[in-house]
């Protein structure tokens, strides 16, 4: 099955990345393997790229890409695990001297409309949502173990859904009468039927918010990238560059605060005369703010509308 998916922010990344000759990088987060794909190119002759994917329909996809743009295999090392143990995966292949980490904290447009797990609305699919599917809870066992202030702050917290507290107490209606929840579209028309009359009209607006926060949740995202981001900046090389794309506010908030604290140094307290913690920045911020689409790409992919990156270098 062909993983089909736009790398988002493409030549940006590779911009801030730097890749040259003979270098090693880590594409934390694979997906479709187009940021792999062009650091490869880059990277000729030996430089090699370690692709780290929950998804194992992702790292197959990748070896048919690499066979068919006759990459060499032993420049790639391909792992299926969550990017939140990188420190671990890069041990375990003894992959050192690493000059770049990307990581796109986004959903595929293979696993949105192709996957067939629930994570858009506008099909009718089990609601699972899980990136990795040895994971036992799925999106289904989120909806009916939750209670009803759970749901809401969920919906609230990672949707930033307005009308939260009435679709979760509807999701939990259901649940009292015994209704399923187990389908996209099921989930679909209790959001609906939840909302004010005057914003049905607007059911898909929440619907998307609803099924992002819950896919968020379900997957554990802002913990993963709350856990990923030092772990991946201490195995940086002096030098090696931290490339994060994140799509939603949340997300963004988390990268931009760990990337001020590395490149601030001095932790003391603003009440102190005079620095006593000694401790120097770790690193240098090369976007001051993040960098979004252009209008071009824009026009050939929609869904890279909400995409920030930003971009950090190891001193």
Same mark, same amino acid.
């Given at each position: 099955m062909?993983?089909?998916?736009?790398?988002?922010l493409?030549?940006?990344v590779?911009?801030?990345?730097?890749?040259?000759?003979?270098?090693n990088?880590?594409?934390?987060?694979?997906?479709?393997?187009?940021?792999s794909?062009e650091?490869l190119?880059?990277?000729?002759?030996?430089g090699k790229v370690l692709g780290?994917?929950?998804?194992?329909v992702?790292?197959?996809?990748?070896k048919?890409?690499i066979?068919?743009?006759k990459?060499? =295999?032993? %420049?790639?090392?391909?792992? &299926?695990?969550?990017?939140?143990?990188?420190?671990?995966?890069v !041990?375990?292949? @003894?992959?050192e001297?690493?000059?770049?980490?990307v990581?796109d904290?986004?959903?595929?447009?293979f696993?949105?409309?192709?996957s067939?797990?629930?994570?858009?609305?506008?099909?009718?699919?089990p609601?699972?949502?899980?990136?990795?599917?040895s994971?036992?809870?799925?999106?289904?066992?989120?909806?009916?173990?939750?209670t009803?202030?759970e749901?809401?702050?969920i919906?609230?917290?990672?949707?930033?859904?307005?009308?939260?507290g009435?679709i979760?107490?509807?999701?939990?209606?259901?649940?009292?009468n015994?209704?399923s929840?187990k389908?996209?579209?099921?989930?679909y028309?209790?959001?609906k039927?939840?909302l004010?009359?005057p914003?049905k009209?607007?059911?898909?607006?929440?619907a998307?918010?609803i099924?992002q =926060?819950? %896919?968020?949740?379900v997957? &554990?995202?802002?913990e993963n990238?709350q856990?990923?981001?030092? !772990?991946?900046? @201490?195995?940086?090389?002096?030098?090696?560059?931290?490339?994060?794309v994140?799509?939603?506010?949340?997300?963004d908030?988390?990268v931009?605060?760990?990337?001020?604290?590395?490149?601030?140094?001095?932790?003391c307290?603003?009440e102190f005369?005079m620095?006593?913690?000694?401790q120097?920045p770790?690193?240098?911020?090369?976007t001051?703010k993040p960098?979004?689409?252009?209008?071009?790409?824009?026009?050939?992919?929609?869904?890279?509308k909400?995409?920030?990156?930003?971009?950090i270098?190891?001193?």
């Amino acid at each position: 099955m062909l993983y089909d998916h736009i790398p988002v922010l493409l030549q940006e990344v590779i911009s801030y990345l730097k890749p040259g000759s003979d270098e090693n990088f880590v594409d934390a987060t694979l997906g479709g393997g187009g940021y792999s794909l062009e650091i490869l190119k880059h990277t000729e002759a030996n430089g090699k790229v370690l692709g780290i994917d929950l998804d194992t329909v992702a790292l197959e996809n990748f070896k048919l890409q690499i066979q068919n743009y006759k990459i060499n =295999a032993d %420049r790639v090392v391909l792992h &299926h695990g969550n990017f939140q143990h990188i420190d671990k995966i890069v !041990k375990s292949h @003894n992959f050192e001297n690493i000059s770049g980490i990307v990581a796109d904290i986004g959903l595929s447009s293979f696993e949105l409309d192709q996957s067939g797990r629930g994570f858009s609305f506008q099909k009718s699919e089990p609601l699972d949502m899980r990136f990795n599917q040895s994971q036992p809870e799925d999106a289904a066992f989120y909806l009916h173990s939750k209670t009803e202030a759970e749901l809401r702050k969920i919906f609230e917290d990672f949707g930033e859904e307005k009308f939260a507290g009435l679709i979760a107490k509807k999701i939990t209606q259901y649940k009292l009468n015994k209704l399923s929840l187990k389908q996209t579209r099921e989930l679909y028309e209790v959001i609906k039927d939840a909302l004010p009359k005057p914003f049905k009209h607007k059911a898909d607006d929440s619907a998307r918010r609803i099924f992002q =926060a819950l %896919r968020i949740a379900v997957n &554990h995202e802002l913990e993963n990238l709350q856990e990923f981001l030092p !772990k991946a900046f @201490n195995i940086l090389r002096p030098g090696g560059r931290l490339v994060v794309v994140s799509f939603h506010s949340l997300e963004d908030r988390i990268v931009k605060q760990y990337f001020n604290g590395l490149s601030k140094g001095c932790v003391c307290p603003p009440e102190f005369p005079m620095c006593i913690c000694g401790q120097n920045p770790q690193a240098k911020i090369l976007t001051k703010k993040p960098v979004i689409p252009s209008e071009a790409e824009l026009e050939k992919n929609s869904r890279s509308k909400p995409a920030k990156l930003r971009a950090i270098v190891k001193n």
